[in-house]
């Protein structure tokens, strides 16, 4: 899939997992893979920027955890971070319907 389709729709994504439960960042990366079924497959280069960028904007809070003799990093939703949550969802929904009603309008015809 186009890298291009998989940014404009990282907020989302992110947000929208971390809303369910506090995650870390390999999680992160790994249930999208799973749940996407490997469209959605992240770099940590990719996703820590997005969670640092949601942290100084207040939409994330992190703290430490120790597990397994592993101390990891887990992001928890704020307030603040479910109300961007559901402006994302509307954006996308408004976009997903947009671009059905134009593909819509499309007379597809294949020749060999």
């Known amino acids: 899939m186009d890298k291009n389709y998989i940014g404009a729709g990282s907020n989302l994504l992110i947000l929208g997992l971390i809303s369910q439960r506090d995650r870390y960042g390999y999680e992160i990366i ?21 969670l640092h960028k949601f942290e100084s904007l207040g939409y994330v809070t992190s ?7 592993k101390e990891r990093k887990y992001y928890q939703i704020t307030d603040k971070g479910r109300k961007q949550l559901v402006s994302e969802k509307e954006e996308f929904e408004l976009f997903k319907q947009t671009v059905n009603n134009v593909v819509g309008t499309f007379k597809y015809e294949f020749s060999e």
Do not use: A, H, M, W
Not at 30 to 40: H, K, P, T
């Open 30 to 50: 790994r249930d999208l893979e799973i749940l996407s079924e490997n469209v959605f497959q992240y770099k940590e280069g990719t996703l820590y920027p997005i």
């Open 63 to 69: 703290y430490f955890k120790r597990e397994n003799n």
